[in-house]
Nanobody, 122 residues
Framework: QVQLVESGGGLVQAGGSLRLSCAAS????????MGWFRQAPGKDREFVAA????????SVADSVKGRFTIFRDNAKNTVYLQMSSLKPEDTAVYYC???????????????WGQGTQVSVAV
């Protein structure tokens, strides 16, 4: 059974930092692309960042480029999202996802975590 478990969310002041983690189990993690997505109330789920299994292919949304970094530790079956210079508009539920293909379209991802709330206060 595939499980993706996110952690690290919380409340932070604008300009602050958070690191999200997503621990994967039940899949050949080192062959999968891992992605981060977010969904704010009343909005569609949007792409944040993705990294393929080797780390050689990475994509980051323009809205977070230069502030967010995705990286993974295949030995720990964990992907991270380092978020810096957080803004109130970053407030959302953040989800990690996994699939064999490298994609930014959430519909391409088969496996999803339960999400973790990130709230950025003014």
């Amino acid at each position: 059974q595939v499980q993706l478990v996110e952690s690290g969310g919380g409340l932070v002041q604008a300009g602050g930092s958070l690191r999200l983690s997503c621990a994967a189990s039940g899949l050949p993690y080192s062959t999968y692309t891992m992605g981060w997505f977010r969904q704010a109330p009343g909005k569609d789920r949007e792409f944040v960042a993705a990294m393929n299994w080797s780390g050689r292919s990475t994509s980051v949304a323009d809205s977070v480029k230069g502030r967010f970094t995705i990286f993974r530790d295949n030995a720990k079956n964990t992907v991270y999202l380092q978020m810096s210079s957080l803004k109130p508009e970053d407030t959302a539920v953040y989800y990690c996802a996994a699939d064999f293909v490298f994609a930014i379209d959430p519909d391409k991802y088969t496996y999803w975590g339960q999400g973790t709330q990130v709230s950025v206060a003014v």
